[in-house]
């Protein structure tokens, strides 16, 4: 289901040769209408693949009928020639489905700096137009990398769908997403009003996904609507039930990050302001001390602290609380209980940072730092 | 020698019991003057331990007698009670060196949030200054913590000398400075000229040195002068040969970094200008996926424009050239000489990215990211 939950969508993933280890790996999301109205949000990191180049230019008008997915390579620092290849397959794509080109979304994801083979993948894209159907499921599971399982989700809203598929394991930190992601629905909105829900939902949800600190060039969400339920619903309730969808994914991208061995949800409260708290939260989740400490179970305070105070963060040093799993280690900058009373076995780790200073709250989802992170990332490339 | 190598300073080393492995943890550096002219530079993180709270006090005017060092203990987020650890400290090295509490530097080292035993420290101080004589090699030793082996440097200048010392293997990120360094000298030069002097030399050396992006509570870099050469050198000249024994030191420290296999060496060439250079290598610096990519002996350059697409310097991402031990892979962001001419197998390893945007440059020194470094810190509080 995931893409093809909402009325309206048609989605196939096939096997086009492009992942050395085999697989599924190209994927078509094609809206059916009666509307095309879509948004789309981007990374940040001014190294941008081809892709990005290019969905970025398909946005502009808000008008969306596909999207074209691959895995097996990021297309980035490819050259002209790379750049060929990202608009030969929207073409290939609008030649199939009888649409523009310039209405081709367009996402790739794997290694930097390689070709891809576009013979390959216009035969991946002839065979996925051939084969659209209910094929949400393939579709999530062709735009898999180094991710050990395919990320789902569906929320149902008043008379309407909103469902979604991404993908992510590695490169996981804030651009604006971090990740593939595309989620459909069958509202009717325009494409400013998806545009403005859209923001909204990752700002709190993709956008506070910090995995290993490194952005990629890659990264995309998209958001498309066909109307097909006839509903147009309340932007604010639309947006409601969108951002549990991007939650819902952001926390299936944590849980399958590469190597980790913890969840962590870092929560900062009482901060001056919502940046305050989340460049706090985040100053700890890349933190390497911290989270290799997580690894080795070792509620080891004092590098919370040592992170934190690289923030220019409004709040007193001194006068910081701090908990994990429900246990008060360090109160006003000083010792508290006893570190022996965290256990920190569980794969979900609370670590609760109060600044003490205002009464705004941001939550960091993160994870640790493991030796088969070192290994996975180590190896990636051969 | 490297404290004692220059006139007029006397040092030891002492066991007293603060480190759980044992071995020497208190080292005294006395300077018997004429002059007791001081610089001192110290972490900018705003989570700072109580020795750096009291030595920042200590340096206001300029005039040091004595510096006692500890490790075994951060006494950093400790509390009053830390707070008084470390007065107390002074009081008994003035009361044994009949020299004023107000003019003697104290810097500790080890784990954050843990109180240190002020009995012991105190029998500490004792022992150091009823064994003071020329005993550099031991105070070297005596703040070693994960290091491995002591760092020390030693130039002679123009009728002068210059001797360091220097301890650091974690949290090693710049703040000013980024570990315990004391150097001394015997030059005739006052407090304010040792400051300028300090801080440039600081500023291309530990400043530049970014091992694990993970800045500390108890940085703290002294340089005492005693005047006992009786040699007035040029400021710029002294300042050459300090920032020597600097760079030295700061790449003594790399060497060493906890679980390193690799000393990578990041140059940056034709910034527009040095602060978008250093901006530049230190986003490589602290980029964990490129960093365990040279653990795997794998050049993946698009890691580094991954990594650099992050930051706001002056470039064009796709008018980047990168070389890996002296080949060029990527040339104008596209694919250059193939990764496989590239040998990462020896310690050392040479990234050199040219922004072609101007003529400034600087060079980040920093480490692999290794299965030892995950280990050593998922287990040091243990």
């Known amino acids: 289901m995931s893409v093809t939950a909402a009325k309206g969508f048609e989605a196939a993933g096939v096997e086009a ?58 297309n980035c620092f490819t050259g002209q020639q790379g750049f060929q290849v990202t608009h030969s397959t929207a073409e290939a794509v609008a030649e199939a489905l009888g649409v523009s080109a310039g209405d081709v979304l367009v996402c790739s994801t794997g290694l930097i700096g390689d070709q891809l083979p576009l013979d ?8 996925a137009a051939a084969g659209l159907g209910d094929h949400g499921d393939d579709a999530s599971r062709a735009i898999m990398t180094t991710d050990s399982k395919p990320k789902r989700s569906i929320r149902i809203g008043n008379g309407y769908t909103v469902g979604g598929m991404a993908k992510g394991a590695g490169m996981l930190a804030p651009g604006l997403a971090t990740m593939l992601v595309v989620i459909t629905t069958d509202v009717v909105l ?3 009003e998806l545009d403005i829900a859209l923001r909204r939902a990752t700002r709190a949800s993709f956008d506070r996904l910090d995995s290993d600190g490194c952005m990629s060039t890659n990264d995309q969400v998209s958001l498309l609507a066909s ?14 039930v969108l951002a549990e969808v991007c939650l819902d994914l952001a926390e299936q991208l944590q849980g399958d990050a590469e190597g980790a061995s ?13 940046d305050d708290a989340v460049e706090v939260g985040r100053s700890v989740a890349r933190n390497n001390l911290f989270k290799a400490a997580i ?4 509620p080891n305070w004092g590098r919370v602290l040592a992170a934190i105070g690289t923030t220019d963060a409004a709040f007193d040093p001194y006068d910081v609380d701090v908990s994990m799993n429900g246990v008060r280690v360090c109160h ?17 780790v609370e670590l609760l940072i109060d600044l003490r200073s205002g009464s705004e709250t941001a939550t960091i989802l993160t994870n640790d730092l493991t030796h088969d992170y070192v290994h996975e990332n180590s190896a990636y490339a051969s």
């Open 190 to 192: 325009s494409s400013a």
């Open 332 to 348: 006003a900058g000083a010792p508290d209980r006893p570190r022996t009373e965290v256990d920190l076995t569980p794969r979900r």
């Open 227 to 240: 109307g097909a339920s006839g509903v147009e619903p309340d932007l604010d309730a639309f947006g409601a």
């Open 295 to 298: 690894f080795g179970n070792d």
């Open 120 to 127: 390959k993948v216009l035969a991946g894209v002839s065979a």
């Open 17 to 74: 040769g492009l992942k050395a280890s085999g697989g599924l790996d190209v994927a078509l999301v094609v809206n059916r209408g009666p509307l095309a109205n879509a948004a789309a949000v981007f990374t940040s990191n001014r190294s941008k693949a081809n892709p990005i180049i290019w969905s970025q230019q398909v946005i502009a008008d808000g008008t969306v009928s596909a999207i074209v997915l691959n895995s097996g390579g990021a």
């Open 262 to 274: 913890h969840d962590i949800r870092i929560e900062v409260v009482n901060a001056l302001t919502e």
